[in-house]
T-cell receptor, first 109, second 113 residues
């Protein structure tokens, strides 16, 4: 069965510093990977998906099939980036998302 | 346009009672999902509906849980004989089709006393 691991429960960084959220997955096929974000008192929303190859709000993520990782990065964190971040996997021809445990990011002024 | 809506936003019930949670997906979305978000288990899949196909119930934790989707739109998740371990936030999501982006509702926070 597929699994998604986010090793850090909490990341605390200062404003303007780089931030990297780690995500590792285990799945034998070709998955699709996502990052979802949940701001305080807001609903879970898509931040980015790997097939889009977009940069959203300054965040990027690269799928590394060799290392089975999909780490999320931003070079200069902003206070508004403080939120809960979830990495998720959709297996090929699948329907359900498998989520990691989430990483809470706190950006200090 | 309107996003996924869920009702009620909060539900407090007593152990042993039945509860019904409602989800209104985005209009035109054929796929609908239920997830559960709890402290101990994180975000976990419960059930998936796609059009008129048989639902994927593989994530339902016990036979006390059931869900239906009427007319390909609104869905109801029913939990019978609630237990304290059912306390969680129940999230609904919908998407255009199976592998399109899933859009989440605000969730229903269920507390079983």
């Amino acid at each position: 069965a597929q699994r998604v691991t986010q090793p850090e429960k909490l990341l605390s960084v200062f404003k303007g510093a780089p931030v990297e959220l780690k995500c590792n997955y285990s799945y034998s096929g070709s998955p699709e990977l996502f990052w979802y974000v949940q701001y305080s008192r807001q609903r879970l929303q898509l931040l980015l998906r790997h097939i889009s190859r977009e940069s959203i709000k300054g965040f990027t993520a690269d799928l590394n099939k060799g290392e089975t990782s999909f780490h999320l990065k931003k070079p200069f964190a902003q206070e508004e980036d403080s939120a809960m971040y979830y990495c998720a996997l959709l297996k090929a021809a699948g329907n359900k998302l498998t989520f990691g445990g989430g990483t809470r990011v706190l950006v200090k002024p | 346009g309107a996003g996924v809506s869920q009702s009620p936003s909060n539900k407090v019930t007593e152990k042993g009672k039945d509860v019904e949670l409602r989800c209104d997906p985005i209009s035109g979305h054929t796929a609908l999902y239920w997830y559960r978000q709890s402290l101990g288990q994180g975000l976990e899949f419960l059930i998936y509906f796609q059009g008129n196909s048989a639902p994927d119930k593989s994530g339902l934790p016990s036979d006390r849980f059931s869900a239906e989707r009427t007319g390909g739109s609104v869905s109801t998740l029913t939990i019978q004989r609630t237990q304290q371990e059912d306390s969680a936030v129940y999230l609904c999501a919908s998407s255009l089709a199976r592998d399109y982006t899933q859009y989440f509702g605000p969730g229903t926070r269920l507390t079983v006393l």
